[in-house]
């Protein structure tokens, strides 16, 4: 997960949330969003431990996708980590 995109475009959609509900709006949505940001990390740490290897989002998929799923998913996986390496390089 990367919040290397949030400061780009956080003052641009704060209004929404002002005229919507308020600065308390915006901390409630801060806090939730945080918990399951947090919820999604815990989860893919435990699923990684679960079946260890060099290769471990790989490794997952091939055991908890439908097999005829496992290829494309993998594939998913696998572009999405070099574009995830750019935006957190800066």
């Not at 995109?5 to 704060?14: N, V």
């Not at 999604?40 to 989002?57: D, H, K, Q, R």
């Not at 494309?72 to 572009?79: D, H, P, T």
């Amino acid at each position: 997960m990367s919040i290397g995109g949030i400061y780009g475009s956080l003052m641009s959609t704060w209004i929404y949330g002002l005229q919507a509900g308020g600065a308390g709006a915006i901390m409630w949505s801060w806090i939730i969003g945080g918990a399951g940001a947090w919820a999604l990390a815990m989860s893919l740490a435990e699923l990684s431990s679960a079946y260890p290897s060099a290769g471990a989002m790989y490794t997952v998929i091939k055991f908890l996708a439908p097999e005829e799923q496992v290829p494309i998913l993998c594939w998913m996986s696998g572009e999405h980590e070099p574009l995830q390496r750019e935006h957190s390089q800066g």
